[in-house]
């Protein structure tokens, strides 16, 4: 994440929503034309072509001829941007838009994911000289928008502030669970919980969670071993009893500098699935779930961990 000055109308800056962008080879120069020593070239002088003797034009035709070179011109301009639009998406592989939704595949529609400004002289989460891993932007426009279609969850909007009470966050966990985790977050010196959740038109939920610490080692050494082991989640969420590995979540799905573990709800899960991400990025830790009647499906999964790590990065 780049610095951004608030002093001075700070712009946003945009998120990609792939990893890989094809190199585009540059096209080659005209030849270079070079100077000969010697005799110069003789000067042919050619005659002037008659000139060619105009009709008058009237009024009303002048006029007519203004409007069609404006409304060329217009037509030239819309053509040009729609053009350097379409090679933009088309230069891409399908499945390195994270964002784009497709119906053949089950992504999801967002919108444009911006990240808000940092600010001045406040490095990146991810800079070197960031040692502590420090968010500085505000974690509550951190959060992953909900995707075109999707209806919100008023549970996880937090107080008039925006930040989440704990406890809502614990009680995602079993009731035996509740207490330990609890006490987890307190020892890790927890400060915000940011949130946001909504339910698709085929079911899914989603529910995301920032949870905001004081450095990445409480994060990654306080946490991460307790909540987050490989194998299996540390904590069972409510209604939950058996955990796995995702062992398809693509690894080009992943953000470069962010861990990122993947589990998934192994049969027999009942009436519902989930599937649940723990996203470690600097000093915060993400935890994103989401649950459907019947299966619950792998690709907006993916697609949701992906893009919310982008955002943290």
Do not use: C
């Amino acid at each position: 994440m780049s610095e951004q000055t608030v002093g001075r109308s700070a712009q946003p800056e945009p998120v990609p929503a792939r990893q890989h962008v094809p190199d585009v080879p540059q096209q080659a120069g005209a030849p270079a034309v070079e100077a000969t020593a010697g005799a110069a070239a003789p000067v042919v002088e050619r005659a002037a072509p008659p000139a060619a003797v105009e009709a008058p034009v009237k009024p009303e035709d002048r006029r007519a001829l203004r409007a069609v070179l404006r409304w060329t011109a217009a037509v030239v301009v819309f053509a040009a941007v729609g053009t350097g639009t379409a090679y933009g998406i088309a230069s891409m592989e399908r499945t390195d838009v994270p964002g784009l939704a497709t119906a053949t595949d089950g992504r999801w529609g967002y919108p444009t994911l911006v990240r808000p400004p940092l600010p001045e002289g406040s490095p990146g989460p991810l800079a070197e000289d960031n040692t502590a891993g420090a968010h500085h932007a505000d974690l509550r426009k951190l959060l992953l928008p909900a995707p075109e279609g999707a209806e919100a969850d008023e549970e996880l909007a937090g107080d008039r502030n925006g930040w989440l009470r704990t406890k809502t966050f614990l009680a995602e966990f079993g009731e035996d669970d509740r207490e330990e985790v609890g006490q987890l977050l307190v020892d890790n010196g927890l400060r915000h919980i940011a949130a946001r959740g909504w339910t698709m038109p085929d079911g899914t939920r989603t529910k995301i969670f920032l949870l905001h610490f004081g450095t990445a080692e409480q994060v990654d050494a306080g946490l991460r071993p307790a909540m987050a082991p490989y194998g299996a989640p540390g904590f069972l969420l409510k209604g939950t009893e058996k955990w796995v590995a995702d062992k398809e979540f693509p690894s080009k799905a992943h953000t470069k500098g962010i861990t990122s573990i993947e589990y998934v709800e192994e049969k027999p899960y009942g009436d519902e699935q989930s599937r649940q991400a723990y996203v470690m990025a600097g000093d915060v830790l993400a935890v994103i779930t989401q649950t459907r009647k019947g299966m619950a499906p792998s690709v907006p999964f993916q697609q949701t961990v992906a893009l919310q790590s982008q955002l943290l990065g």
